[in-house]
C-alpha cells in the first residue's frame, strides 16, 4: 500500500510537469507492485493541439515527470515510472475526447441498449449536448461501405463510447500506396 498523502502530492508534481510540456494529465495512478511503488501517468494533448501524440513527446514528458519527481522527492524508495498515451481505441469520457475523435469511427452504446457503429460526424455542447454518428455498414468484401442515417444521441443517453480503429481503412491507405509505388516504378522502366 502507498503511503497515505503521497498520491495527491505525486499528482501536483506531475500536472505541473506535464503541463510544463505543453500536455494534458489524463490519467494518475500510484500503486504498489512487487515491493516497489509503480507511477502510471496518461498524458494526451490539449484542447487545441490537434494531430496525435507522437513518441518524441511521450518522452520527452517522461524525462520532465522523472526530473520532476526525483527534484521532489515524493514517492518514497525505488519507484518505476509508467508514461503512455490514452491509446488508439481510447474511451470517450470527456467533452474533449468527443471533439477530437470526430471523423473517426465510434462505437456507442446507449442506455437504452442500443449500439452504434460509425463515423463520428458532430459533436454539439451546450444546454443539451449531444453526438451525431452515420452509422456505416460493409457489405462485403471488396464492396465499398454504405452509410446509414445520422443517429443524434444526447450525452445522458450514452452509457459508454469508444474509437473503433478501422484497420479496412489502413488496408485501402497501403493498397493504394503499393499501386502507387508499383505505378511509378513502370514509368520510370
Known sequence: MVAPGTAPRVREVVEAAVTGAGLLLDDLEVARSGGRTVVRVVVDLTEDDLGALDLDRVGDVTQA???????????????????????????????????????????????DGRTVTGRL?????????????????????????VEGAPVTLAWQDVRDARVQVDLAAVRDDESDEDAGRHDAGAVRG
Not at 91 to 101: D, G, K, Q, V, Y
Not at 126 to 145: L, Q, S
Open 65 to 111: 515527470v522523472s526530473d520532476a519527481l526525483d527534484a521532489a522527492d515524493v514517492v518514497p524508495g525505488v519507484y518505476t515510472l509508467e508514461v503512455g498515451s490514452p491509446g488508439a481505441e481510447r474511451p470517450l469520457t470527456a467533452a474533449r475526447h468527443w471533439r477530437r475523435a470526430v471523423g473517426r469511427t465510434v462505437v456507442v452504446r446507449a442506455v
Open 121 to 145: 460526424d458532430d459533436v454539439a455542447a451546450g444546454a443539451e449536448p449531444t453526438v451525431v454518428v452515420v452509422p456505416v455498414t460493409v457489405p462485403g468484401k471488396g464492396r465499398r461501405p
